[in-house]
């Protein structure tokens, strides 16, 4: 199994542009997240998605949006990219939500100048 | 909602030294609390975890305590190794509801050769 995979790496918007990071997983599970990372701030939870066709806002969602189309896929989009969100995002997913534990995409790195 | 805090944010110690880090959270509901390692450019990885019925685990070198009355539990680390090196996140994830855990800002540990 791959786990989780996330493209691209690192890249760098201008203010304004707009991007969609890609998640894939092969676990088969149903718990879906999305985190950004910002230095000494832990991990915020921006979407989360608890099966194919439903999603939820987390913690800081706004300038963000998700879809889930299939299990394995889960989109995160931004639009009008400002530079506030400059940081380092990560996928990750679950079996299900409680004592299960989140299996961790290896991040992307994003700019925005 | 629930609120982990999480400290020291930082802690340096030299090699074959014990490390602690502690944890405290808000939400009497929670009942599963994992531990993550994060090594440099990479995504957070579990290392230990324990249930609410759980006062102790253990895994070789690293253990993990949980008080529930006081809402606290700790990560200890004996005979710290360089490559114990890494960013430390807990977490505490609710019983019920969306089962969506809540992170703590993160411990970068040091271990001095």
């Known amino acids: 199994n791959a786990g989780v995979t996330q493209t691209p790496k690192f890249r760098i918007l201008k203010i304004g542009q707009s991007m969609t990071l890609q998640c894939t997983q092969d676990?088969?599970?149903?718990?879906m997240y999305w985190y950004r990372q910002d230095p000494g701030m832990g991990l915020k939870l921006i979407y989360y998605s608890v099966g194919a066709g439903i999603t939820d806002k987390g913690e800081v969602p706004n300038g963000y949006n998700v879809s889930r189309s299939t299990t394995e896929d889960f989109p995160l989009r931004l639009e009008l990219a400002a530079p506030s969100q400059t940081s380092v995002y990560f996928c990750?997913?679950?079996?299900?939500?409680?004592?299960?534990?989140?299996?961790f995409g290896p991040g992307t790195r994003l700019t925005v100048t | 909602g629930e609120n982990v805090e999480q400290h020291p944010s930082t802690l340096s110690v030299q090699e074959g030294d014990s490390a602690v880090i502690k944890c405290t959270y808000s939400?009497?509901?929670?009942?599963?609390f994992p531990w993550y390692k994060q090594e440099l450019g990479k995504g957070p990885q579990l290392i230990i975890d324990?249930?609410?019925?759980?006062g102790e685990k253990k895994d070789q070198r690293i253990a993990v305590t949980l008080n529930k009355t006081a809402k606290h539990f700790s990560l200890h680390i004996t005979e710290t190794q360089p490559e114990d090196s890494a960013v430390y996140f807990c977490a505490a994830t609710p019983s019920g509801g969306s089962y969506i855990p809540t992170f703590g800002r993160g411990t970068s540990l040091i271990v001095h050769p």
């Open positions: 990750a997913s679950s079996y299900s939500g409680t004592e299960y534990e989140q299996y």
């Open positions: 676990m088969n599970h149903n718990y």
């Open positions: 939400d009497s509901a929670s009942n599963y």
């Open positions: 324990i249930r609410s019925n759980v």
